[in-house]
Structure formats: C-alpha cells, structure tokens
C-alpha cells in the first residue's frame, strides 16, 4: 500500500468518526446506523450491545427529541491495519442539554455531568464503502452537572 492509499483510509475513518457525531447530536438515528455494516455492533457506556442497524436506528430513534448533544470529538488516531481494515481511538466531549429549556445568549444550560471519554472503532471497506465494523464508547471522567 502506498501512502496515497494510506491517507485516503485514514481521512475515510476521519470522516466517519465526525459524521456519527454529527447524526447523533441531529437526531439522525438512520443516518447514523447507515455508517455501520449491516450487522455492526455499538457498544454504549452501561447498556447493552445494539447488534445491526436496525437495533442502532432503534435504540437512537428513541431519545427524547428535547434532548440536546454535542460531542467534541478530538485526538482521532487511525491506524491502518490493511487496504480493508482500521481502527482508531478518539476522545470525546459530551455536553447535554434540553430544548425545555430557555434559550438565552448563551444557549441553554447543561443538564447533567459534562463526560470525558473514548470511542474504540473498528473500520471495514464494505460494498458502501468505509463502514463501522464496531464501536465501543466508554467514559473516563466527568465533572458533576
């Protein structure tokens, strides 16, 4: 492989890490659960395994659609592994908020701890191109809210 190669993997990763947390802050359940292969696995901090994209699309449909996000993703590190797999480690950020909330000139306020923590992703080329193979989201640190 050569390094032309190799960069267009890791921007193809890159731009799949930002891309899921741009679906999950917008409410776009389908959209996220279309990054994955069709039998992808997310793994999310005290729950259970979502197997498919349907379970994803499923379980993300569900927030509540007051519910505000915003993940601050940072410090993407891809590894290429092959011309058909990656994985990388990424930081995260996560901030919550709710639109029941007044919005004022600052925007509204943060309900709930501020989280620190990592996504662990595996990538694979797929037919559709660079698609989560899985995903495993844990907390290190919060700040009480």
Known sequence: MDDLQRLLIIEACRDLVLRAAECADGHD???????????????????????GRAAIAQAYAERPASRIT??????TRVVVESAIAAAARSRVLLCAGSTDDADGPHGRPQRGP?????????????????????RDASFVLHAPG
């Open 29 to 51: 359940a389908a959209g996220l659960a279309a990054l994955f292969v069709p039998d992808g696995v997310l793994r999310r901090p005290g729950g259970q395994p979502l197997l």
């Open 114 to 134: 501020l989280l620190v923590g990592e996504f662990d992703d595996r990538f694979t080329l797929s037919d559709e191109g660079w698609r989560f193979a899985s």
């Open 70 to 75: 915003r993940h601050l993703v940072t410090n």
